[in-house]
């Protein structure tokens, strides 16, 4: 048996123990890549958080493959909890975590070989080029284990240790914090430097979650089995590849914006775009702290049979999602002048041109919280079909074309409405299909 009474506790209760920790800890790892870009705005200045944001599509791929696995063990071990087979909830952990190994393996050696290769494929200048070398070959090694602390944090809230789950954020982020101060400013690394601190906390975080299954756990232990591998990370593949694709998306998104506002206002263009990216993972992991929280009781009574207590959980995390969305939107909007103070001059001409556009961008933050609500609710009911298309649809069918189409018609705001309005069109979409189902039931 789990921490926490999934099958018979209170909803809201359950769904608060999971929330809060969950919320807390997700903000901590954000900041990790917020605390970077603070540090080296201040520290080198706009070119040095452009050539963050550069490499920054590539993190979020491999966070996205962590995610995937993590979102698709969870989901497939929750459903065998309640079905009182705690060793295949066991084997499918143990089997994720082999099988990322071997793929994050393979993609860090081929950025080994084609580091440059890669910067410029993503977009780099050549005024930009040393940085995001630079930051690239120092943050490698973090991604290593980023994918390794990305499943640990889903499975270990599944156990029933949130609060464990929260640690694991929360010193990493402690220790980035720490470690981006000094590399940065006593030791004058730039980029260089707050690519280290990264992947020293990230290190750290992924050792918690190794001790965490080896000496703390309630039911999911590593346990090896070549049984039933290819079929069960399969599964895991398939429930969670909108999780997978929620990151592509956003590495998406960071790659067409660069282009888009380089094209329109060359780094500079960059440099603002970057703290909009900034802010976006804090955005998401509030959201994603919802969706997280939720997913636990919903698979688990998904695979108990209790419709009645799935829709509960459901209801009570589009509210919340609401909550959290519209507190990111005003949060945003009010504080445009001093969120860009925190990373560089607002006088020069990247801050600016920030200044005006977060107001506009932070819109986003309401409809997206919804999104990823629905999302992780198919994804928990194992509809991972559903969830990949309008995980496809806001982050790529939707968004790529809205960047490229609003600017042009609505010249200096439309460059900034390209992501609300990906996130706005998302969830008619999703309404619609819902409320179809609904009507139809």
Do not use: H
């Amino acid at each position: 048996m789990t921490g926490l009474d999934y099958a018979g506790g209170k909803i809201s209760r359950i769904f608060s123990k999971m929330f809060f920790p969950t919320l807390l800890g997700l903000i901590f790892n954000a900041l990790i890549t917020i605390i970077d870009g603070i540090f080296v705005g201040q520290g080198v200045g706009p070119d040095g958080i452009a050539a963050v944001n550069i490499i920054a599509p590539l993190y979020m791929v491999v966070t996205g493959l962590g995610l995937m696995f993590g979102m698709g063990s969870s989901v497939i071990a929750g459903i065998a909890i309640a079905q009182g087979d705690s060793r295949m909830a066991s084997v499918n952990t143990t089997q994720a975590c082999v099988l990322s190994a071997v793929l994050i393996t393979v993609l860090i050696a081929i950025l080994l070989v084609f580091k440059e290769e890669t910067a410029r494929l993503l977009g780099s200048s050549d005024a930009l080029l040393e940085g995001a070398m630079d930051y690239l070959t120092w943050i490698i090694p973090g991604m290593f284990f980023l994918i390794f602390e990305c499943i640990g944090m889903m499975v270990i809230r599944l156990d029933g240790s949130p609060k464990f789950a929260m640690y694991c954020n929360i010193i990493p982020a402690v220790i980035n914090i720490a470690l981006d101060y000094y590399l940065v400013f006593p030791c004058g690394m730039g980029v260089k430097g707050a690519a280290i601190a990264t992947s020293v906390s990230i290190m750290i975080g992924s050792v918690m979650v190794f001790a965490y299954f080896t000496r703390f756990s309630y039911v999911i232990k590593f346990i090896w089995s070549k049984t039933g591998f290819f079929s069960n990370t399969l599964r895991q593949i398939q429930i969670g590849s909108s999780a997978f694709i929620t990151e592509i998306a956003m590495s998406v998104m960071m790659l067409t914006g660069n282009y888009v506002f380089m094209k329109y206002y060359g780094d500079s263009g960059v440099a603002a775009f970057s703290i909009a990216c900034y802010l976006f993972p804090l955005m998401f992991m509030m959201s994603n702290a919802v969706a997280q929280s939720a997913q636990p009781i919903i698979s688990y009574n998904y695979g108990a049979g209790a419709s009645a207590r799935v829709a509960a959980a459901f209801r009570l995390s589009l509210k919340v999602a609401a909550a959290c969305g519209i507190i990111s939107c005003l949060s945003i909007a009010l504080g445009a002048n001093a969120i860009v103070s925190l990373f560089i001059s607002p006088d020069c001409e990247a801050g600016r041109l920030a200044i005006y556009g977060l107001p506009k961008y932070s819109v986003c933050a309401v409809f997206f919280a919804v999104n990823i609500s629905f999302i992780g609710y198919y994804q928990s009911i194992e509809k991972a079909l559903k969830a990949m298309i309008f995980t496809l649809m806001r982050g790529i069918i939707v968004l790529v074309p809205m960047f490229y189409i609003l600017p042009a018609v609505f010249p200096g705001r439309g460059v900034w409405a390209a992501i609300p309005a990906s996130e706005i069109i998302t969830l008619a979409a999703i309404s619609l299909n819902y409320a179809y189902l609904k009507y139809r039931e």
